[in-house]
């Protein structure tokens, strides 16, 4: 299995942002350099697993949160997100985005059937 550094880089820079504090306060709550973080969210450096925690703990994150788009088993952190994303939606962007999703899904599952028919062995 590959590591998307970038979406793990991405996730970090995001919840960074969203927690109000520079590279540089990130820096010294984790006893890196400003620089290793910026390559960290940039996807320019691969992190170890202690890394990757001490980064969380810093962001006050379960690591999962950081590690989600590499983990198969992450409905649930999707599901808070895509809760998040619609806090602050009317009534109607909420029914606007549901139909959306709904149109998604259905041709996600429409080219899957198709893909399958296209790659089956030919008799």
């Known amino acids: 299995m590959l590591v998307d550094y970038d979406a793990i880089g991405m996730r970090i820079k995001i919840a960074r942002i969203r927690a109000r504090i520079s590279q540089e ?4 709550r984790t006893n890196f350099s400003t620089t290793h973080i910026s390559n960290i969210e940039t996807g320019n450096t691969k ?61 996600l599952r429409r080219n899957e059937k198709f893909i399958k028919r296209m790659n089956a062995p030919s008799e």
């Open 47 to 107: 992190l170890s697993l202690p890394a990757i925690m001490s980064i969380a703990n810093a962001l006050s994150l379960p690591v999962e949160q950081l590690l989600c788009d590499n983990v198969v088993y992450s409905t649930h952190i999707y599901c808070q997100e895509a809760q998040e994303v619609l806090e602050d939606c009317s009534p109607e962007e909420i029914r606007i985005l549901l139909d959306i999703l709904k149109g998604s899904k259905e041709a």
């Open 25 to 28: 306060t990130l820096a010294e």
